[in-house]
């Protein structure tokens, strides 16, 4: 069955240092992948997504992530982070028998210290 | 402004009630979607909508029932059936059919509390 694994619960980093939030996909075909983020209280919001083509992809905020298909690995990353950054941050994956859903990591909280 | 609406921001339920959280979407989108939100569990799939009159249960469907009787409207109501109701649910909707491939958009949502 198709699975996300984020593996960092929570995360602190200070602002203005770079960031990497990982996650690990378990998927038998091509995957499409996605990162979201969810301020505090709010709904999800899409960073960036994979479906083919060049490995690293561009989001919005200045995120980007790599897919390395080795590794089973889609992380996202920052180069410096804004302390409007804090949030939670999902990865999911296009899964299902029919792949008719997304399956969502589990999350990691993202702190960031001034 | 084009978005999704979910109310009531908090909603508070005795046991043995049911209630109906609300979701609109004015994005003219064909697919609607509702998933709970609990710590540490990140969101799982209660049940998704293609078309009108047409719903399907997700992964945690049971003690819980939705309608799609107008294009912009999803409500889903948590019955006295769902056994640990109170979480954090959020509603969300895609352009296509194939809604899993297009971006989901997101509803601020829900948090029901059981008291």
């Known amino acids: 069955a198709q699975s996300v694994t984020q593996p960092d619960i929570h995360i602190t980093v200070s602002e203005g240092a770079s960031l990497e939030l990982r996650c690990n996909y378990s998927?038998?075909?091509?995957?499409?992948l996605f990162w979201y983020v969810q301020s505090p209280g709010q709904g999800l919001q899409l960073l960036l997504k994979?479906?083919?083509?060049?490995?690293l992809v561009q989001g919005i905020k200045g995120f980007e992530a790599e897919f390395k298909r080795s590794q089973s690995s889609f992380n996202l990353r920052k180069p410096s982070v804004h302390w409007s950054d804090a949030a939670e941050y999902f990865c999911?994956?296009?899964?299902?028998?029919?792949?008719?859903?997304?399956?969502f990591g589990s999350g990691t909280r993202l702190s960031i210290r001034p | 402004d084009g978005g999704i609406t979910q109310s009531p921001k908090y909603l508070f339920r005795k046991e043995g009630q049911n209630v109906t959280l609300s979701c609109e979407q004015n994005?003219?989108?064909?697919?609607m979607y509702w998933y709970r939100q609990d710590p540490g569990q990140g969101l799982r799939l209660i049940y998704y909508?293609?078309?009108?009159?047409?719903?399907q249960k997700g992964d945690i469907a049971e003690g819980y029932s939705v309608s799609r009787e107008k294009k912009e409207s999803f409500p889903l109501t948590v019955t006295s059936a769902q056994k640990n109701p109170t979480a954090f649910y959020l509603c969300?909707?895609?352009?296509?059919?194939?809604?899993?491939?297009?971006?989901?958009?997101f509803g601020p949502g829900t948090r029901l509390t059981v008291l």
């Open positions: 969300a909707s895609s352009p296509r059919l194939a809604g899993v491939y297009d971006t989901q958009y």
């Open positions: 998927y038998g075909a091509t995957p499409y």
């Open positions: 994979y479906f083919s083509g060049d490995t």
């Open positions: 999911a994956v296009v899964g299902g028998s029919s792949a008719s859903k997304i399956i």
């Open positions: 994005l003219n989108h064909d697919a």
């Open positions: 909508s293609q078309i009108v009159n047409d719903f």
